[in-house]
């Protein structure tokens, strides 16, 4: 690693070892700068399959929809949004995650395609617990996995292809 002199303090520690099956030195340190922080991503959700059925009925035919001597077609959709809604706060709570989005912009389309399959595959699997389905997500699995390592390695030819001629920029890929 080449550093320039002025930011030598960002080293905690530069440890030099001659290695015993080598005429090579290894040369470790500690660098004081913070890693990016991770793109986290924020969505919201109900539990629509933990809902108890005859409540929520309940809680409709008792709502407002049912005592409504409205007419007009748009009033009567902005209440039915509203108690549907309404029994759903109550029924099943908005919840709210935040979770580290992934970055997928280097994979192909064959990659991502491939990565869908096996997740669809996967949870076919969980569901059914056969063999078959077993198989067929394992077979996913290494496809998956085959297309996405190629898809990385095209990736990093292709970058490496633009910085061509600059030696400098090659190793910062």
Request: proline fraction near 3%; charged fraction near 30%; hydrophobic fraction near 35%.
């Amino acid at each position: 690693m080449m550093t320039p002199a002025a930011s030598l303090e960002s080293l905690g520690y530069l440890v030099c070892v001659l290695l015993p099956v080598s005429d090579h030195h290894l040369i470790t340190c500690r660098i004081g700068v913070a890693p990016t922080p991770p793109v986290l991503m924020t969505y919201s959700y109900r539990q629509i399959r933990r809902i108890d059925i005859s409540g929520f009925c309940n809680d409709i035919l008792c709502s407002r929809l049912y005592d409504c001597t409205t007419t007009d077609a748009d009033e009567y959709a902005e209440l039915f949004n509203d108690e549907v809604r309404r029994v759903l706060d109550i029924r099943a709570p908005l919840r709210t995650r935040r979770r580290r989005q992934h970055d997928i912009r280097h994979l192909s389309d064959d990659a991502k395609r491939a990565k869908q399959v096996r997740r669809r595959l996967e949870r076919h699997y969980r569901r059914t617990g056969s063999e078959a389905d077993r198989q067929a997500y394992r077979s996913a699995c290494l496809t998956a996995r085959a297309s996405t390592h190629r898809s990385r390695v095209d990736h990093i030819k292709e970058e490496l292809d633009a910085l061509s001629g600059d030696v400098n920029s090659t190793w910062r890929v």
